[in-house]
């Protein structure tokens, strides 16, 4: 069964860096399109970053773009996102979500998601 598993969180202070990786069993992993989702107390699962399988498009939230790097290793079975000059405002479980089909920002359009890792972003 194909799963999904973040790592990489943890507690940084602001202007810090963080890479968060995304480890997916099974052999298909190349072949579908990622995302990065966050969600903060209180707040709605939010979308951060998109790849897709052929790593030849990318998008970003507003808010982490020129910050935020997502990439993907597909002879690995993994993806990462490295952010950079991280803010308070960037505190949030992140995780990882194999797309399925429609909008790649809505959570409706993912069908696989992971644990989540926390990051911590203290001022």
């Known amino acids: 069964q194909v799963q999904l598993v973040e790592s990489g969180g943890g507690l940084v202070q602001a202007g810090g860096s963080l890479r968060l990786s995304c480890a997916a069993s099974?052999?298909?992993?190349?072949?579908?399109?990622m995302g990065w989702f966050r969600q903060a107390p209180g707040k709605e699962r939010e979308f951060v970053a998109f790849?897709?399988?052929?790593?030849?498009?990318?998008d970003y939230v507003d808010s982490v773009k020129g910050r935020f790097t997502i990439s993907r290793d597909n002879a690995k079975n993994t993806m990462y996102l490295q952010m950079n000059s991280l803010k308070p405002e960037d505190t949030a479980i992140y995780y990882c979500?194999?797309?399925?089909?429609?909008?790649?920002?809505?959570?409706?359009?993912?069908?696989?998601w992971g644990q989540g890792t926390q990051v911590t972003v203290s001022s």
């Open positions: 979500a194999r797309h399925a089909l429609g909008g790649y920002a809505t959570t409706r359009s993912y069908d696989l």
């Open positions: 099974g052999r298909t992993f190349s072949v579908y399109n």
């Open positions: 790849i897709n399988r052929s790593v030849a498009s990318t």
